[in-house]
């Protein structure tokens, strides 16, 4: 059959389209497939399936888990705030820019007001920098020590182990008489 893998060989005397597999890496934009597994979408030369029905059928996305944990409430506020006072600072020196052009007399309180709204932005900014400080130091970040650093403290406490061991033993052989000799002849 050549190079390409087929589903089935077409019946005799029946005209059709190969039935190739496709390759489970490759995505489909979410078109549903018919029957017989053809790339084209469902509902096309009067064939018409419900999209439950059929087992080709590959959604368009996949919900996958989020890397990072989501903001907290009070910084993601400050985020919000930031970014809509910020948007409305950019369309307010574009507006300037554009009465400088036209020689409006609205020119002049424009680039006063963006001027004060680049102060404000500026602040805004810093205050999603400042509510996340303030919640990491008042709510605490929860850090799990590294394997490293976990194994190098029982490393530690390992060898702080075997010294004590061995002070207990000299000292019992001083007590003993011994006073460090190996036999008693």
């Not at 996949?62 to 009070?74: F, G, S």
């Not at 920098?129 to 919640?135: I, K, S």
Request: aromatic share 4%; proline share 6%.
């Amino acid at each position: 059959m050549g190079t390409v893998e087929r589903r089935g060989a077409p019946e005799e005397g029946a005209t059709g389209r190969g039935t190739a597999l496709r390759d489970p890496g490759t995505p489909d934009h979410g078109l549903p497939v018919d029957e017989a597994g053809a790339d084209r979408p469902a509902g096309i030369e009067g064939v018409s399936i419900p999209a439950q029905s059929r087992a080709g059928y590959r959604p368009l996305w996949v919900e996958e888990p989020a890397r990072r944990r989501r903001l907290p409430d009070p910084v993601r506020k400050a985020a919000v705030r930031a970014v809509l006072i910020i948007s409305v600072t950019l369309i307010q020196a574009m507006v300037a820019f554009l009465c400088t052009l036209a020689e409006s007399w609205l020119a002049f309180p424009m680039v006063i007001s963006s001027v004060v709204s680049t102060v404000v932005a500026t602040w805004s900014a810093l205050d999603v920098w400042v509510t996340r400080q303030v919640w990491n130091q008042r709510n605490g970040v929860v850090s799990a020590p590294s394997s490293t650093a976990r194994s190098l403290r029982r490393e530690r406490r390992r060898a702080r182990r075997q010294a004590r061991a061995a002070e207990r033993t000299q000292e019992r052989i001083r007590r003993q008489g011994g006073a460090g000799r190996l036999s008693h002849s």
